[in-house]
């Protein structure tokens, strides 16, 4: 009987199998049509001075405008997007839309998530730069996060990227810090101008990791001031939150607080002048 129950299992774990590889692949025929549709749009979330709650720029989230789901989050369909490699397609759709998007609103700097596939391509930092020439846009606004992961893989080619984007002014922001491998010594290797510390960090400052999470905000802050490197806080989502941050030491914040990521409206004169928010 054993036996029985343990083929049934086995039988149960191949259809469920079977389910999940039939999902995976309507997926990434979704995707593949998505794609040829054009039908990714960024939100935008802002980056805000945690002093005073001046907006110093924004962050651009990838969002799937799905015909039957509407608006899909990255959670819902980046993994396939990476494990079949249109996430390169995917991101340049992407980011000719930014770029459109700053050419008609002049204020502040827009960063742009970059998977690390993109450093690949040796052409990667041209493609940027010529696009956002395209678009009649200072490169000196765009900046890109990145994961300590894009920097691994290739580490001369990833250097060689980062140093052609940084002499045209366009910064690298190390995305998620604290939740890789963190060898400090990228920070030397490469023109890395932020460090965003990741938002569990920040949300462990409340709970039962409150020790923890105070002494590795403490030692990301303390390290990013010796190296001169800007911090921005990811997932602030109270007051209290905020405020600690700020006396930490961390200069900007992004979160639920300040505001959720958007969708820009056509016209978007409100956001032309972004109001300070009243926080001191
Ligand atoms: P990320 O770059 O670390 O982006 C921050 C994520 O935290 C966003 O999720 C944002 O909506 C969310 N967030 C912001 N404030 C708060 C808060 O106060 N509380 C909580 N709980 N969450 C907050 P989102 O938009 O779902 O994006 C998830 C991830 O997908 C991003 O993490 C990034 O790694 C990836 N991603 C987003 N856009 C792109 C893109 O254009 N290209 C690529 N390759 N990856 C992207
Ligand atoms: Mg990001
Ligand atoms: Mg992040
Ligand atoms: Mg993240």
Same mark, same amino acid.
């Given at each position: 009987?054993?036996?029985?129950?343990?083929?049934?299992?086995?039988?149960?774990?191949?259809?469920?199998?079977?389910?999940? /590889?039939? @999902?995976? $692949?309507?997926?990434?025929?979704?995707?593949?049509? +998505?794609?040829?549709? *054009?039908? =990714?749009?960024?939100? !935008?979330?802002?980056?805000?001075?945690?002093?005073?709650?001046?907006?110093?720029?924004?962050?651009?989230?990838?969002?799937?405008?799905?015909?039957?789901?509407?608006?899909?989050?990255?959670?819902?369909?980046?993994?396939?997007?990476?494990?079949?490699?249109?996430?390169?397609?995917?991101?340049?759709?992407?980011?000719?839309?930014?770029?459109?998007?700053?050419?008609?609103?002049?204020?502040?700097?827009?960063?742009?998530?970059?998977?690390?596939?993109?450093?690949?391509?040796?052409?990667?930092?041209?493609?940027?730069?010529?696009?956002?020439?395209?678009?009649?846009?200072?490169?000196?606004?765009?900046?890109?996060?990145?994961?300590?992961?894009?920097?691994?893989?290739?580490?001369?080619? /990833?250097? @060689?990227? $980062?140093?052609?984007?940084?002499?045209?002014?366009? +910064?690298?922001?190390? *995305?998620? =810090?604290?939740?890789? !491998?963190?060898?400090?010594?990228?920070?030397?290797?490469?023109?890395?101008?932020?460090?965003?510390?990741?938002?569990?960090?920040?949300?462990?400052?409340?709970?039962?990791?409150?020790?923890?999470?105070?002494?590795?905000?403490?030692?990301?802050?303390?390290?990013?001031?010796?190296?001169?490197?800007?911090?921005?806080?990811?997932?602030?989502?109270?007051?209290?939150?905020?405020?600690?941050?700020?006396?930490?030491?961390?200069?900007?914040?992004?979160?639920?607080?300040?505001?959720?990521?958007?969708?820009?409206?056509?016209?978007?004169?409100?956001?032309?002048?972004?109001?300070?928010?009243?926080?001191?």
């Amino acid at each position: 009987r054993a036996k029985a129950r343990g083929r049934d299992r086995s039988e149960r774990f191949d259809e469920e199998m079977r389910a999940e /590889a039939i @999902r995976l $692949l309507d997926l990434e025929a979704d995707l593949r049509r +998505a794609i040829q549709r *054009d039908a =990714f749009e960024p939100y !935008f979330q802002p980056i805000v001075r945690l002093a005073d709650g001046v907006v110093v720029g924004h962050e651009a989230l990838l969002r799937w405008r799905h015909d039957q789901h509407g608006w899909l989050p990255p959670s819902e369909f980046l993994r396939v997007c990476e494990d079949s490699g249109l996430i390169e397609q995917v991101d340049w759709l992407l980011y000719r839309r930014v770029v459109e998007w700053m050419g008609r609103h002049p204020d502040g700097y827009v960063s742009i998530n970059v998977s690390p596939r993109h450093f690949h391509a040796e052409d990667f930092a041209d493609r940027l730069l010529d696009m956002a020439g395209e678009a009649g846009v200072d490169p000196r606004r765009l900046r890109i996060e990145i994961t300590e992961g894009a920097l691994l893989d290739d580490a001369p080619r /990833a250097a @060689r990227i $980062l140093g052609t984007l940084r002499e045209n002014g366009v +910064a690298a922001l190390l *995305d998620d =810090f604290g939740t890789g !491998f963190s060898a400090l010594s990228y920070l030397h290797r490469f023109p890395i101008q932020a460090l965003k510390i990741d938002q569990s960090f920040i949300a462990g400052l409340a709970g039962d990791t409150q020790t923890e999470s105070l002494a590795l905000v403490r030692a990301i802050l303390a390290l990013a001031v010796t190296l001169g490197i800007e911090t921005i806080g990811e997932g602030v989502e109270t007051e209290q939150q905020r405020r600690l941050l700020a006396d930490l030491g961390c200069t900007y914040g992004q979160g639920y607080l300040f505001g959720r990521p958007a969708r820009p409206a056509d016209d978007q004169r409100r956001r032309v002048r972004p109001p300070a928010l009243s926080v001191r």
